[in-house]
């Protein structure tokens, strides 16, 4: 798996950002929260995944963007360790629950506390 985070792996469809927040199951640790459902794709990936901050902690566009990238990239360096031997389809939504800013170093711990607590519960 690649260390990329391309267009074919983000959640863009509206009915399938939906169906996560309906029927997913969810995994925290804090400041995020991952909801996740298991889904059939097209395309030959593994996960596609969504980021998302709230309005309400966040006032200024500025902030929420920093703290998306900061996920992203967070996401993007993790996921070849945690998703290379999974043969499902999942769909993921990660959620900034804090209310405080996080620097990329605090969002990556908590990302790879987040996956160990993904893996242990589909396992």
């Not at 309400?56 to 992203?72: D, E, G, H, P, S």
């Not at 499902?88 to 620097?103: C, R, S, V």
Request: hydrophobic share 35%; glycine share 2%; charged share 25%.
């Amino acid at each position: 798996m690649k260390f990329t985070y391309n267009k074919k792996e983000k959640v863009k469809s509206k009915k399938l950002i939906e169906q996560l927040f309906t029927e997913g199951q969810s995994v925290s640790a804090y400041p995020l929260r991952l909801v996740y459902i298991q889904t059939a794709f097209n395309e030959p990936i593994v996960a596609k995944t969504g980021v998302s901050v709230s309005k309400r902690q966040f006032k200024t566009a500025v902030a929420r963007n920093r703290i998306k990238r900061l996920m992203r990239e967070a996401y993007r360096l993790n996921k070849a360790s945690y998703f290379n031997n999974i043969s499902t389809q999942y769909a993921f939504m990660i959620l900034y629950i804090g209310k405080e800013k996080p620097t990329l170093n605090q969002i990556e711990n908590r990302m790879q506390h987040l996956f160990n607590k993904f893996k242990n519960q589909v396992s």
